[in-house]
């Protein structure tokens, strides 16, 4: 790096705690190997949805940010990614808009919906034990349920 700014007479100038801009660059290069801190372990990546880990020897391991961007990946006893740096989300869109956009939060995916019913199914589940989901039409709509108790069920 030092010969190529000398090669072109540029200043060799330290950006000191601004790392903002680096950050930036570096993301703008690597968007497409973005990965999101997962609830349950590790990070996503935005990708593949492929669970990674942030190496050990990172100095992000102990900070474990909510987004970042990584160089390669290295399988050992995990996949973990190397060369991480922490990133804000608002900077994949701005910077990859033809690969990012922002998500309407008032609609969700068909793959969100059915998680959530999922949620709710099993939450009723564990507090109603007995009571059994009826799927009573399908639609454009969101599906329609009725809960059946299992003396109902077992009735018919």
Known sequence: MLGIMDR????VVSCLRKTIKIQKAICS???RNAAKKDREEGYKTVVDNQVVYIHPSSSLYQRQPDWVVYHELVLTTKEYMR????????????????????????KLSKNKKLRKLSRCL???RNRMPGVYPVVLGEGNEATRLAFIHWEAVRAI
Do not use: N
């Open 8 to 11: 072109h007479k540029l200043d």
């Open 83 to 106: 060369e991480c740096t922490a990133i804000d989300a608002k900077w994949l869109v701005e910077l990859a808009p033809t690969f990012f956009k922002v998500a309407d939060q008032t």
């Open 122 to 124: 099993t939450s009723m």
């Open 29 to 31: 290069g690597y968007f």
